[in-house]
């Protein structure tokens, strides 16, 4: 499975954007959303399942942040919304055959290239 992602860029603090990540192949996986800052661990940020009957978010963009999916467009979604400096990260798609693997910030199976988020403060 590839995945490429798109829809990062450069915000103001409070603004919004909204990553897109497509997938090569229809997939019954699970789909998540990490990121990872200069210097940092690559952490653990949103994961649905195939069917979005299981969210999960990270504590730090709960309230803020929002994960989908469209089946029929191989596709998942992350709005973000009341964006902060310390969101400016490479956000990298991930697919894997199990939700908590994601969601327990485990490696997933597959990745993307990853897209940049720049919040300037």
């Known amino acids: 499975v590839q995945l490429v992602e798109s829809g990062g860029g450069l915000v103001q603090a409070g603004g919004s954007l909204r990553l897109s990540c497509v997938a090569s192949e229809e997939t019954f996986y699970s789909l998540g959303w990490f990121r990872q800052a200069p210097g940092k661990d690559r952490d653990f940020v949103a994961a649905?399942?195939?069917?979005?009957?299981?969210?999960a978010y990270a504590d730090s963009v709960k309230g803020r942040f929002t994960i989908s999916r469209d089946n029929k467009k191989n596709a998942v979604y992350l709005q973000m919304n009341m964006l902060k400096p310390e969101d400016s990260a490479v956000y990298y798609c991930?697919?894997?055959?199990?939700?908590?693997?994601?969601?327990?910030?485990?490696?997933?199976?597959?990745w993307g290239q990853g897209t940049q988020v720049t919040v300037s403060s």
């Open positions: 991930c697919a894997d055959r199990a939700f908590n693997k994601i969601s327990r910030n485990q490696p997933a199976d597959y």
């Open positions: 649905i399942n195939w069917s979005g009957s299981s969210i």
